[in-house]
């Protein structure tokens, strides 16, 4: 373990100083924040962005002839450009503007899918799914006769593979799943999936939520059909985020919500509907969460993924070692892949309990299901504690984080 610690000379803790939140103390203790799944904290970088849009360019976009609404609309569109490169999309109409993953998979569920899907049509997901990749695609089912198909979860966290061949059948229309799982950090062979749900035309949407921090995302190479992004998971703002979708498709697609921007002609007669991307964003956008996602895209790029992932791996596998030592607790999830998100439980103790002790000694961890209940389930428990680091996570704050747990443990048993 020694060893790999030594490689941990990345950024020595430097990364941590962009990040105003993690200067406070909680109960009178420095924080330790390690729910970045849950939501990251911002960077100085993200926070100046969206702080210079609101006291110097705050306008609407696409709208005014002004000086202020052009500034406005040339940021919105550089951001949009930012992430169309980030995430390797072959052209930024391919880059629609969303709230998050729980709409942009919404979006495809209702304006995608509702219309394809037939009764006896299948869309199949994985059990290790977030809701927010489960209950649009249940809802679509419902509307149309279209019915819902599991891919297994194996017991170390990784996908039963062998499952997949037979449950992508003639049926089957649509291919959702997570690039990485939110409750067990296994990093899904996407590649692979997809290139398998192509063979068999099948149209597929990752869930990027967990992968856009941790990864360098290349849609191209992954060959999806739609990829989702969470802009508050990747050290942007909260209620930002983009869809990706190959252009071909969303071109195909009829708009999901009707309102300004999505519109070229309205008459009460007939309405005929933008070019995309705006086609799918009716109504003013949030201006300064792209913005401020374009600068976190920016943010990352500058520290470079290569660094981040190395010096997370690290963080990932002096975490992993440290928890075992604690007697009881097991690792729910030991995927030969992960990200660094690790669930663990301890025989006898409430994750509740245990998130609630060590706060007060200032580590942020969350407990409960995850918004995976299915997963959860699965194996066997009401819920897990998770540790999820992020690149401004130190070796230091997890060897201080095991004596904490370790007496919080001491306490409930
Ligand atoms: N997971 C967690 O603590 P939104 O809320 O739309 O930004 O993201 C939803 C979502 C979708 N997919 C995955 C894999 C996710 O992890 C999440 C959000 C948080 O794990 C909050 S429940």
């Known amino acids: 373990m020694n060893a790999v610690i030594q490689k941990d000379t990345i950024n020595n803790g430097a990364w941590r100083e962009d990040f105003p939140t993690l200067q406070r103390t909680v109960h009178g203790k420095p924080l330790v924040y390690f729910d970045t799944a849950a939501t990251a904290q911002r960077p100085r970088q993200v926070l100046d962005a969206m702080d210079q ?32 490169r980030y995430i390797n999309a072959a052209s930024e109409r391919e880059v629609i503007f969303t709230r998050g993953t729980t709409e942009s998979v919404n979006l495809v569920a209702q304006a995608y899918a509702r219309p ?10 994985t059990h290790m799914e977030h809701h927010s990749n489960i209950v649009p695609w249940q809802m679509v089912c419902e509307q149309t006769g279209a019915e819902l198909k599991v891919i297994p979860v194996l017991d170390d966290g990784q996908l039963d593979m062998q499952a997949v061949p037979d449950l992508l059948t003639d049926n089957t229309k649509i291919l959702a799943l997570a690039h990485v799982s939110n ?33 360098k995302v290349d849609v191209q ?6 990829y989702t992004v969470s802009g508050h998971k990747m050290y942007g703002p ?29 008459t009460f007669e007939e309405t005929t509907y933008n070019d995309l991307p705006a086609k799918f964003e009716a109504g003013t956008p949030n201006i300064a969460g792209a913005i401020g996602l374009g600068a976190a895209a920016d943010y990352l790029q500058t520290l470079g993924l290569n660094n981040i992932a190395a010096h997370e791996q690290v963080l990932l596998q002096h975490a992993t070692g440290c928890l075992k030592q604690v007697e009881g607790l097991r690792i729910i999830g030991e995927a030969p892949d992960k990200a660094s998100v690790i669930s663990f439980a301890v025989d006898g103790v409430h994750p509740h309990d245990l998130g609630t002790i060590v706060d007060h000694d200032g580590f942020a961890i969350r407990t409960g299901h995850h918004c995976a209940m299915p997963l959860i389930k699965r194996f066997g428990l009401p819920a897990t504690a998770r540790v999820s680091l992020g690149l401004y996570n130190t070796i230091e704050e997890l060897d201080a984080f095991v004596p904490a747990l370790q007496k919080a443990c001491r306490m409930l048993l």
């Open 221 to 226: 190479a992954i060959d999806c059909d739609f």
């Open 238 to 266: 909260t209620g930002s985020g983009i869809l990706y979708g190959r252009e071909a498709i969303l071109d195909a697609m009829q708009p999901w919500q009707g309102g300004g921007e999505m519109i070229r002609t309205v």
């Open 116 to 125: 394809l899907l037939r009764p006896g049509d299948q869309v199949v997901i």
């Open 53 to 84: 849009f609101y006291r110097l360019h705050n306008a609407n976009v696409h709208r005014g002839v002004h000086s202020l609404s052009g500034e406005a609309t040339d940021l919105f569109e550089q951001a949009r450009q930012l992430l169309a």
């Open 183 to 215: 409750a067990l950090g296994t990093i899904n062979p996407v590649e692979q999936i997809c290139r398998l749900a192509r063979e068999r035309n099948i149209t597929t949407l990752l869930d990027g939520a967990q992968a856009m921090p941790h990864l």
